[in-house]
């Protein structure tokens, strides 16, 4: 059955496979035509932001697509490697 898209309101038809997909995965049918999806993932990948944050322990600032939480404590890779090995991870369970 066509389907119409939600942005452009062209009418478009989900392939079999498709449709197997989305009933295996439990996911709602898609509500844009192909192209808008596209163009929808295209933009998210432009929207993504990149956060700065400074090291905890040795200040160095670095760069992050993850939005850091507010008071979160954040090491830069060498310092964290270095907490990591000072932690016996067999006893944190
Ligand atoms: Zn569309
Ligand atoms: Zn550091």
Redesign the pocket.
Known sequence: MPQK?Q??S?AFKLITQELAFYKRMGLPLPT??P??RHQRRLSLRNERQFYKYLCAKCGQSMVTTVNPDKGMIVYCLKCYEEFRSQVDLTKVV
């Open positions: 898209c942005t452009c062209k844009n035509c192209d808008c």
